[in-house]
């Protein structure tokens, strides 16, 4: 048998409804007109992940400047449950990192995942993102309402001693 092909690809106007189908599909949260709208604006910050031409899982992602630092939000990350488990998911990651990498300005990297997804916070531990912080209540339609923040932070230590 051949290997698999496995790509990412801009989400572009001709393609947005696969995305919508996909999320609809692979997560319980719906996202709005205006989520859509801003991906299309997203660049390398939105793709599509392809397993042999077959639109299978996506990415979107956000900057976020709250907190007086400047961070990557992964709103969603995804992949349709026949084809987990085969390193679509990895692919979407590593484009994430390297194009916060490539970047060099930022603080950190942060998602929100219900309690209850185990497999996800596994998933995410295998690139050094920590659960920081629980929030009770966070989701207003589903069950466990709970979220983990994960967060992988890009800063490296501080060293010793002040500058004078
Ligand atoms: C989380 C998710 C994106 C992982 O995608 P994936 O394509 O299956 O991930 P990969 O194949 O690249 O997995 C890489 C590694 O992560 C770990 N991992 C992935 N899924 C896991 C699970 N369900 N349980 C435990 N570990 C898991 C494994 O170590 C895996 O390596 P292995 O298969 O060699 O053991 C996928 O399960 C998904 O779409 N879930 C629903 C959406 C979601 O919850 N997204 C997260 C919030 S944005």
Redesign the pocket.
């Known amino acids: 048998m051949t290997k698999a092909n496995i790509e990412l690809g801009n989400v572009t106007p001709h393609n947005i409804k696969q995305l919508k189908r996909l999320n609809s599909v ?2 319980p949260v719906s996202y709005n007109d205006k989520f859509y709208k801003d991906v299309l604006e997203a660049g390398e910050l939105a793709k599509l992940a392809y397993y042999n031409d077959i639109v299978v ?1 996506a990415v979107c992602c956000r900057i976020d400047t709250s907190e007086k630092s400047r961070r990557l939000y ?1 709103m ?4 349709l449950y026949p ?9 979407m990651v590593e484009h994430v990192l390297n194009f916060v990498e490539q970047d060099g300005n930022f603080d950190s990297i942060f ?1 929100h ?1 219900q309690v209850s ?4 916070i ?2 995410y531990k ?1 690139f050094g993102f920590e659960v920081v912080e629980t929030k009770q209540h966070y989701y207003k339609r589903i069950e466990p309402a709970d979220a983990h923040v994960l967060q992988k932070s890009l800063r490296k230590p501080q060293t010793n001693g002040m500058h004078e």
């Open positions: 692979v997560f899982g992964i969603t990350l995804g992949c084809y987990r488990r085969l390193g679509i998911g990895t692919l998602l995942v997804n185990e497999g996800a596994d998933f295998k």
